[in-house]
């Protein structure tokens, strides 16, 4: 029985010391399943904060299994985007706990410009799980047609979170 206690007392403590997102100056990385229709794949994000509430950082997405469409495969160029992100990480505003983030934002890519909302949980000081979806709101091309929807849709991104 004390060993349970103990064992709890350290887990809990553990998370009482992990911050989701510490303003000015945080590095965050994160590395995860990228899925959407037509296909999944793994993304990868960093941010980089501005100030006590704002953020930047970039988001790789490559579409590992793509649907082929009319009997073709997709290229590398139709599987991969990148995006240039702005986040509000809005977790102390909320009240919510220190080891907790939420933050919305935007974002350009090289196939939209768009949205995304997104949670952060952090177990430790330097690990964590995050969740985030992405949606466009303005496509560069108003004519979609085949491999134009990959990257170019409703998208849910969750994996693992590290304080770098």
């Known amino acids: 029985m ?12 553990s998370f009482a010391n992990a911050q989701a997102f510490k303003g000015k100056g945080d590095l965050k990385g994160q590395v995860g399943l990228n899925l959407q229709s037509g296909g999944s794949g793994i993304s990868v994000m960093s941010d ?11 988001l790789s997405s490559y579409m590992l299994n793509a649907n082929t469409i009319n009997n073709e495969k997709p290229r590398f160029g139709d599987r991969i985007d990148v995006k240039f992100r702005f986040n509000a990480n809005i977790g102390d505003v909320f009240h919510l706990p220190k080891n907790v983030d939420v933050y919305p934002g935007l974002n350009l890519g090289l196939r939209n410009f768009g ?11 330097g690990f964590g799980l995050f969740a985030e979806t992405s949606f466009p709101l303005a496509s560069y091309d108003s004519h979609l047609s085949g491999f134009d929807y990959y990257n170019n849709q409703f998208e849910f991104h969750i994996g693992a979170s590290f304080n770098l």
């Open 2 to 13: 004390k060993r349970i206690v103990l064992f709890v007392l350290v887990l809990a403590s």
């Open 48 to 58: 980089f904060g501005l100030g006590s509430n704002m953020s930047v950082g970039f």
């Open 115 to 125: 949205g995304h909302l997104g949670g952060r949980y952090f177990f430790t000081q």
